[in-house]
């Protein structure tokens, strides 16, 4: 009898504009994969109430992220509304070396590089079901003023045209279904999420009114 092999470990790339839900949804699908692992990332924002350094992120000051940048310690990096955010290289690359697969979730700008130091990597887009419904979960949020919220979604508006960079996408209207959905994509499935299948791009077009 020929001893099957174990899939071999991979990197997840999640990325969505503010307000989608994928900090949400990665927590959950984390929740319910234990064999996945979430590197922590660094940022140079303020520590909100709620959050845990090392748990939440790894909050640092800016030089010291830029000297993380200059050793080539981070794995991707980009500016978000003015706050440094960074992937550790190091992190990623030891879950995958222990036989785990990995799940980024960052933004566009970062999942580009991603895929330029590791093109195997795959990539997943979660869109909000409207636009309508993702200024209704900003403003539900309390924690911004109405002109960071009206900046949120001009920037939402140019991050979502980037959809079709991405291998998959998931659109975010019903959180147990999108979980489901990343699931499948994991699992090697979700053929029809993929953001080559023609019969998503009406959908796509429909949510960011292409």
């Excluded at 020929?2 to 969505?16: D, T």
């Excluded at 959950?28 to 994969?33: C, G, M, T, W």
């Excluded at 940022?43 to 080539?72: H, I, P, Q």
């Excluded at 799940?103 to 887009?125: H, K, N, Y």
Aim: proline residues 4%; glycine residues 6%.
């Amino acid at each position: 009898m020929v001893a099957m092999q174990a899939p071999l470990p991979k990197l997840f790339v999640v990325a969505a504009p503010s307000g989608a839900g994928k900090t949400t949804l990665v927590k959950k699908l984390v929740a319910r994969s234990p064999e996945l692992r979430f590197p922590i990332s660094y940022t140079t924002r303020t520590k909100r109430s709620n959050e845990v350094g090392g748990v939440d992120y790894l909050f640092v000051g800016k030089s010291d992220f830029e000297a993380l940048r200059e050793r080539g310690e981070l794995l991707e990096s980009a500016t978000v509304f003015d706050n440094l955010y960074g992937t550790s290289r190091t992190q990623v690359e030891q879950h995958l070396s222990n036989g785990h697969h990995v799940i980024l979730e960052i933004d566009w700008q970062g999942a580009q590089q991603v895929r330029e130091s590791m093109p195997e990597c795959i990539t997943i887009f979660i869109l909000p079901p409207s636009l309508a419904e993702l200024e209704r979960r900003l403003r539900n949020r309390r924690t911004d003023s109405d002109e960071v919220i009206e900046r949120r979604l001009r920037d939402a508006r140019s991050d979502m045209s980037h959809w079709d960079e991405f291998d998959f996408v998931v659109i975010n209207d019903d959180l147990d279904r999108a979980v489901a959905d990343l699931e499948a994509i994991l699992a090697g499935g979700g053929e029809a999420l993929a953001s080559e299948n023609e019969s998503l791009h009406a959908t796509v077009a429909g949510i960011i009114n292409l």
